[in-house]
């Protein structure tokens, strides 16, 4: 009798573009190379103490089960946010998750049904396609370019990707791989797309509080004609340089999907407890003077990106506008080529430094082969240092094109 073999599921998942590359990192390391990772969005901004302590004074005899919608402090605390910036969400229109991750999977498959679609605007979060797979769902890619920055193409081209199954448009703003910061009058267009259509807006505002050069984050919820089809994802990840806590949360003020996200979360019996108190803890305390600190400081490590590689030969990106990552053309054969070359093959001075391809953030075949994403995560001298060691890989790299 023959073995068994894993599900199609199994077999189409998409491997991570941003993670495939570690066992060549971890060989250059080895090799004694120092590699600079500009391949992930890993803040090197310390975690606030106040987090540990808070969960340190939280440690029970038994670390029971929470509440699968998550403990009524974290709910209440993130509604306080919300009140802080205008936003009127209630402790029970929050749903605690595990990571964002969590939150984007349960938004997918709270909105749709197995072969349903949702139109996504390429580059896009390349784990958004894993999401997708496991949820059952098919991604509409619809193109953006990085000689607009990224922003919005024209309605028709976005109602030219309907489809009699689609249910949703999903959006990530401020934008992860781009760094693209929708404006308001974009939001509203996709606000009315879903009106008239009948469609669920899902927002991935997990950069909401890095915006630069003045801008501000205009948020899904900020539109009360879409209240019943807004549905907001969350994490404190970079919030709160907080990866690894696995803390996300979705916000929706219709009731039935609150009540099928809920069931969800029974299903899967609950987020991290200890976790979850740290974070209540922090979106109590921490004032409006920390979250413009941490912006500020990704705002200089942008402009280090900009000042070392604007008019790099053969490079070409527009200003990010927040988050902490660039998606840029690059004059190589082949993004996946030259990133393992950097790790394989070259180095300079002891060092290299690794990127992230950007053909895993589209879905369109082809597309993104000539470029890469940076996530600007490093103080301003390693990234000075970092960026100079890339500049000159692409100056030596066989594979260059003009």
């Keep these: 009798m023959s073995s068994p073999t894993p599900s199609k599921r199994a077999k189409i998942i998409q491997a991570s573009p941003i993670r495939k590359l570690n066992p060549l990192a971890d060989a250059a390391k080895k090799r004694g190379i120092e590699v600079f990772h500009?391949?992930?969005?890993?803040?090197?901004?310390?975690?606030?103490?106040?987090?540990?302590?808070?969960?340190?004074?939280r440690i029970p005899e038994v670390l029971a089960y929470g509440p699968s919608q998550g403990i009524p402090e974290l709910r209440a605390a993130i509604s306080g946010y919300y009140k802080r910036l205008g936003l009127d969400i209630l402790p029970s229109q929050v749903m605690i998750t595990t990571g964002g991750s969590e939150a984007v999977i349960f938004a997918m498959m709270v909105t749709c049904d197995d072969g349903d679609d949702i139109l996504c605007f390429e580059p896009f979060y390349t784990n958004y396609n894993g999401?997708?797979?496991?949820?059952?769902?098919?991604?509409?890619?619809i193109i953006s370019r990085v000689e607009d920055g990224f922003h919005l193409p024209p309605d028709e081209l976005i109602l030219s990707a309907l489809t009699p199954r689609t249910k949703a448009i999903l959006i990530c703003n401020p934008n992860n791989p781009t760094g693209t910061v929708?404006?308001?009058?974009?939001?509203?267009?996709?606000?009315?797309?879903?009106?008239?259509?009948?469609?669920?807006?899902?927002?991935?505002?997990?950069?909401?509080?890095?915006?630069?050069?003045?801008?501000?984050?205009?948020?899904?919820?900020?539109?009360?004609?879409i209240a019943d089809r807004a549905i907001v994802m969350d994490s404190i990840s970079k919030r709160f340089s907080s990866c690894g806590a696995r803390l996300?949360?979705?916000?929706?003020?219709?009731?039935?999907?609150?009540?099928g996200l809920n069931r969800f979360g029974q299903a899967r019996l609950c987020p991290p407890t200890l976790a979850q108190y740290g974070a209540a803890y922090m979106y109590e305390h921490l004032s409006a003077e920390y979250f413009k600190l941490v912006s500020d400081t990704y705002e200089s490590r942008r402009n280090v990106l900009v000042e070392q590689l604007e008019g790099t030969p053969g490079v070409f990106f527009l200003k990010p506008e927040g988050a902490f990552y660039a998606t840029m053309r690059i004059p190589v054969d082949d993004g996946d080529s030259f990133a393992s070359w950097m790790l394989r093959d070259f180095s300079t001075g002891g060092r290299t430094t690794m990127v992230a391809p950007a053909a895993g953030f589209y879905a369109t075949e082809g597309l993104g082969r000539d470029e890469i994403r940076i996530a600007y995560v490093l103080k301003e001298e390693r990234m000075m240092t970092a960026l100079s060691v890339l500049r000159e890989g692409l100056a030596k790299y066989p594979g260059r094109k003009g």
């Design 131 to 141: 999401f997708a797979t496991m949820a059952g769902v098919n991604l509409v890619p």
């Design 248 to 259: 996300g949360n979705v916000i929706a003020r219709n009731e039935e999907v609150m009540e």
């Design 182 to 225: 929708l404006r308001e009058d974009e939001v509203r267009r996709l606000a009315g797309i879903c009106e008239s259509r009948g469609l669920f807006l899902l927002a991935d505002e997990v950069y909401r509080d890095f915006t630069f050069d003045g801008r501000t984050h205009f948020s899904v919820l900020e539109l009360p004609s």
């Design 38 to 57: 500009l391949n992930i969005g890993q803040p090197d901004i310390p975690t606030p103490p106040d987090y540990w302590e808070a969960m340190k004074s």
